[in-house]
T-cell receptor
Framework: GESVGLHLPTLSVQEGDNSIINCAYS??????FIWYKQESGKGPQFIID?????DKRQGQRVTVLLNKTVKHLSLQIAATQPGDSAVYFC????????????FGKGTTLSVSS | GAVVSQHPSRVICKSGTSVKIECRSL??????MFWYRQFPKQSLMLMAT?????????EQGVEKDKFLINHASLTLSTLTVTSAHPEDSSFYIC??????????FGQGTRLTVV
């Protein structure tokens, strides 16, 4: 079974809006989390990662928030663009264990202009 | 950044035949490679973990005799789908990692069994 989940299957926003995509994880031992973007027919593309010793990390137009108390992860995309339309997955693992990333179910983001 | 190349990107085969998918790390030595399967509108599901020079470790429910994995070198892993059937049609994705560094994904292979 999947150890991450709880998602909104689809999220529709207008161009320029901010988007928030959520993910809950169940393995309290996980210490490394990644958000991926997947376009149709392609492999996952790294967006941003965060380790459990942090609660927030910012990239270019993206921010990941980690709440270890409730085991919740979110991805915020600022000024969403049509090119952001894709499926977004969170993934987790125990970094030093060298194990595989386990993926959540994904959220399809649709951006209309 | 590191590149993982997967080949072919698309393949159509007849039911009962075997198909081999290659996964190569182009600019780093991948001590570990992972194979995932993704059905339409679903998430990536881990099939197996492959360490160079060792037998692959398969996830529960994945038939090792059907999905043969070979990781003969630090830059190449292959997945062979044996005696393919229509239900094996899926998107297969590999990923590669060196030690505990960031995992890099291939472009995926769309397998269609007719």
């Amino acid at each position: 079974g999947e150890s991450v989940g709880l998602h909104l299957p689809t999220l529709s926003v207008q161009e320029g809006d901010n988007s928030i995509i959520n993910c809950a994880y169940s393995n309290s031992a996980s210490d490394y989390f990644i958000w991926y973007k997947q376009e149709s027919g392609k492999g996952p593309q790294f967006i941003i990662d965060i380790r459990s010793n942090m609660d927030k990390r910012q990239g270019q137009r993206v921010t990941v928030l980690l709440n270890k108390t409730v085991k919740h992860l979110s991805l915020q995309i600022a000024a969403t663009q049509p090119g952001d339309s894709a499926v977004y997955f969170c993934a987790e693992n125990i970094e030093q264990a060298g194990t595989a990333l386990i993926f959540g179910k994904g959220t399809t983001l649709s951006v209309s202009s | 950044g590191a590149v993982v190349s997967q080949h072919p990107s698309r393949v159509i085969c007849k039911s009962g035949t075997s198909v081999k998918i290659e996964c190569r790390s182009l600019d780093f030595q991948a001590t570990t490679m992972f194979w995932y399967r993704q059905f339409p509108k679903q998430s990536l599901m881990l099939m197996a973990t492959s360490n160079e020079g060792s037998k692959a470790t398969y996830e529960q429910g994945v038939e090792k005799d059907k999905f043969l994995i070979n990781h003969a070198s630090l830059t190449l892993s292959t997945l062979t789908v044996t005696s393919a059937h229509p239900e094996d049609s899926s998107f297969y994705i590999c990923s590669a990692r060196s030690g505990v560094m960031l995992t890099f994904f291939g472009q995926g292979t769309r397998l269609t069994v007719v």
